[in-house]
């Protein structure tokens, strides 16, 4: 069982620079725990992205670590002129060695893709040609394509990934709907969903593999997402929790508030019934090993990916989380 960290590098209340220092102190704690990759969240417009482009923040993680894999989850296809996002891939994964994941979509929110003039009704058809386009040129030494979005002809691809045909892709998954189009594309898959739904995404996933007639053991990544709060006591992680979930949540539904929409993900005014319901967790270590032990056998989860750092928890606490997750959790699921 590998561990991950998922990071929307929300507003934590402090400076920017502040913030940003924070977060690779943590991140070379996570690379120093033995953590599988570090995902990273892109949001524009919005206070729940403080890291909008995601390169920029991958770079530097790729010299702050040494064995931590990273990427975005996702990079926007719609938002980026495919040939500089081929290029950055490239970059990256050179500057690593190879440990770049490349997590690709479209955008949940089409508030934030039409501030870069995109139609959010277009973003499905364009997301699957932008992805064509990518693949084609991490994987030839020229670049020639005609599609409705895009068309290149001949573009010199003169920098390659360490990682062939290319690093592995990432999807993230709300719905069973969209399962075949990763599977189809042999991507890695994240979902918030709870343990039922999440049973249902990937029982799909396998089943669709397996009619495609791909080899069980080169079976992707099937990822759960939580929030995840350690402390000595369980009181103490509760109240963090509790806490910094709120203005976590502000950050979440702030565009679409004030556009008068509704948020599309079914988020609840306070953290209790995610954490009833085993989308979250506040507690103890041992609490948490029990957690996943149930949570692991309902899924079928072969990836437990941790949001330690969400609205306004502190360093310190987020390194406890970090530090009991890497002493007390992660070696009990390590076979």
């Given at each position: 069982?590998?561990?991950?960290?998922?990071?929307?590098?929300?507003?934590?209340?402090?400076?920017?620079?502040?913030?940003?220092?924070?977060?690779?102190?943590?991140?070379?704690?996570?690379?120093?725990?033995?953590f599988?990759?570090?995902?990273?969240?892109?949001?524009?417009?919005?206070?729940?992205?403080?890291?909008p482009?995601?390169?920029?923040?991958?770079?530097?993680?790729?010299?702050?670590?040494?064995?931590?894999?990273?990427?975005?989850?996702?990079y926007?296809?719609?938002l980026?002129h495919?040939?500089?996002?081929?290029?950055?891939?490239?970059?990256?994964?050179?500057m690593?060695?190879?440990?770049?994941e490349?997590?690709?979509?479209?955008g949940?929110?089409?508030?934030e893709?039409?501030?870069?003039?995109?139609?959010?009704?277009?973003?499905?058809?364009?997301?699957?040609?932008?992805?064509?386009?990518?693949?084609?040129?991490?994987?030839?030494?020229?670049l020639?394509?005609?599609?409705?979005?895009?068309t290149?002809?001949?573009?010199?691809?003169?920098?390659?990934?360490?990682?062939?045909?290319?690093?592995?892709?990432?999807?993230g998954?709300?719905?069973?709907?969209?399962?075949?189009?990763?599977?189809?594309?042999?991507a890695?898959?994240?979902?918030?969903?709870?343990p039922?739904?999440?049973?249902?995404?990937?029982?799909?996933?396998?089943s669709?593999?397996m009619?495609?007639?791909?080899?069980a053991?080169?079976?992707p990544?099937?990822?759960l997402?939580?929030h995840?709060?350690?402390?000595?006591?369980?009181?103490?992680?509760?109240?963090?929790?509790?806490r910094?979930?709120?203005?976590?949540?502000?950050h979440?539904?702030?565009?679409?508030?004030?556009?008068?929409?509704?948020?599309?993900?079914?988020?609840?005014?306070?953290?209790?019934?995610?954490?009833?319901?085993?989308?979250?967790f506040?507690?103890t270590?041992?609490?948490?090993?029990?957690?996943?032990d149930?949570?692991?056998?309902?899924t079928?989860?072969?990836?437990?990916?941790?949001?330690?750092?969400?609205?306004?928890?502190?360093?310190?606490?987020?390194?406890?989380?970090?530090?009991?997750?890497?002493?007390?959790?992660?070696p009990?699921?390590?076979?």
């Amino acid at each position: 069982m590998k561990f991950g960290i998922f990071d929307h590098m929300d507003d934590s209340g402090v400076s920017p620079q502040q913030l940003f220092h924070d977060r690779l102190t943590l991140i070379e704690a996570y690379d120093r725990c033995g953590f599988h990759a570090y995902h990273l969240a892109e949001h524009h417009g919005t206070p729940l992205g403080m890291a909008p482009s995601p390169s920029l923040m991958l770079a530097a993680i790729a010299q702050r670590t040494r064995r931590l894999r990273f990427g975005p989850l996702v990079y926007l296809l719609p938002l980026y002129h495919p040939i500089r996002l081929i290029e950055e891939i490239c970059m990256l994964d050179q500057m690593s060695g190879g440990r770049l994941e490349l997590g690709v979509g479209r955008g949940v929110s089409p508030i934030e893709v039409t501030f870069y003039g995109v139609d959010p009704e277009q973003g499905p058809r364009q997301f699957v040609e932008a992805l064509a386009v990518i693949r084609q040129g991490l994987t030839s030494d020229t670049l020639t394509f005609s599609g409705d979005f895009y068309t290149f002809k001949d573009v010199p691809m003169v920098l390659k990934p360490v990682q062939r045909p290319h690093p592995p892709l990432w999807y993230g998954v709300s719905k069973p709907e969209s399962v075949p189009g990763a599977v189809l594309a042999g991507a890695n898959i994240v979902t918030l969903s709870p343990p039922p739904l999440a049973r249902t995404i990937f029982d799909l996933y396998r089943s669709e593999w397996m009619r495609l007639g791909r080899p069980a053991d080169a079976l992707p990544l099937r990822g759960l997402a939580r929030h995840v709060v350690l402390a000595d006591t369980e009181a103490a992680a509760l109240a963090t929790a509790q806490r910094a979930y709120l203005p976590w949540l502000r950050h979440m539904e702030l565009l679409w508030t004030r556009h008068g929409m509704k948020l599309p993900l079914n988020l609840p005014p306070q953290i209790g019934p995610m954490l009833q319901a085993g989308s979250a967790f506040a507690g103890t270590a041992a609490g948490f090993k029990r957690l996943l032990d149930e949570q692991i056998s309902a899924t079928g989860a072969s990836y437990i990916v941790c949001d330690v750092a969400f609205g306004d928890i502190s360093p310190k606490e987020a390194m406890r989380t970090v530090e009991l997750l890497a002493s007390e959790v992660m070696p009990a699921f390590a076979s």
